[in-house]
């Protein structure tokens, strides 16, 4: 009874987050409304906060892994490489490797941006944002997220970041993003997923080529260039765009 309890409850925050409470099928023509408002809404912050960020690296892997975590510090050195070259960087906002990575910006005084997402258990943003939003929606999150970046880096991480990195992969597969770098750092933690795509191709459901639309290294320099190397070959982002003391800018 008290396990039964205990999951109401969770339903009950999840509902406020607002994910689960879409899924849930047809609502009033009311409520329908007022969800495409908050999603407008969701965007258009997400716009106003990230107008002048770019060129941006993401940062993607697991939330969690402590500072004494070997991946939490190379991907604190990554963080500080990427700012080096001349990027932003830009993570989901959250600890473990999210964290390491806006450190790592901040240790040699680049830019560090987060795009926070709004959990049952309170995520909250880490301590090394300059700027950052909170979003209630994952799917507004992935389109800020890929909207700003010219590249992602990957580091061994859950589902959230499968997730991530497999969405990437199927829009510069089917051509409706840019080919822009993406970047697996942890030859060891995702050789299982490299027999698996090697098992894909052998099925016929992706194409060998589809095998080139990424590196997996452990060398951080050698995923720094294969991201100069990548980006210097895509249209470049617009970023002149003046600022306006009305918008608050």
């Known amino acids: 009874m008290e396990s039964s309890n205990n999951n109401l409850k969770n339903q009950r925050r999840m509902r406020g987050v607002g994910d689960l409470h879409m899924l849930e099928g047809p609502h009033s023509r009311s409520e329908e409304f007022f969800f495409l408002f908050r999603v407008v809404w969701e965007f258009l912050k997400g716009f106003r906060k990230l107008h002048f960020v770019g060129p941006c690296v993401s940062v993607f892997g697991s939330a969690r892994y402590g500072s004494d975590h070997d991946y939490y510090q190379k991907a604190k050195l990554m963080g500080a490489k990427i700012s080096e070259s001349g990027f932003t960087v830009l993570t989901g906002g959250g600890p473990g490797i999210m964290m390491a990575a806006n450190e790592g910006a901040k240790s040699v005084g680049g830019k560090s941006i987060g795009v926070n997402i709004e959990l ?20 507004v999150r992935k389109v800020l997220l890929f909207k700003y970046s010219v590249g992602f880096v990957i580091f061994p991480g859950g589902f959230g970041t499968m997730d991530e990195m ?9 051509r409706k993003m840019p080919w822009f770098p993406v970047v697996i750092v942890g030859t060891e933690f995702w050789s299982a997923y490299q027999k698996f795509v090697d098992q894909m191709e052998i099925g016929g459901t992706i194409s060998p080529e589809d095998k080139n639309l990424y590196l997996v290294t452990d060398d951080l320099d050698e995923a720094l260039d294969y991201i100069h190397e ?8 617009k970023q002149n765009y003046r600022r306006f003391w009305w918008l608050g800018e």
């Open 120 to 139: 049952p258990f309170e995520q909250k943003p880490n301590p090394f944002l300059d700027v950052w939003v909170d979003i209630r929606y994952f799917f």
């Open 166 to 174: 497999f969405e990437a992969l199927t829009l510069i597969q089917t």
């Open 230 to 237: 990548k980006v210097a070959l895509m249209p470049r982002k």
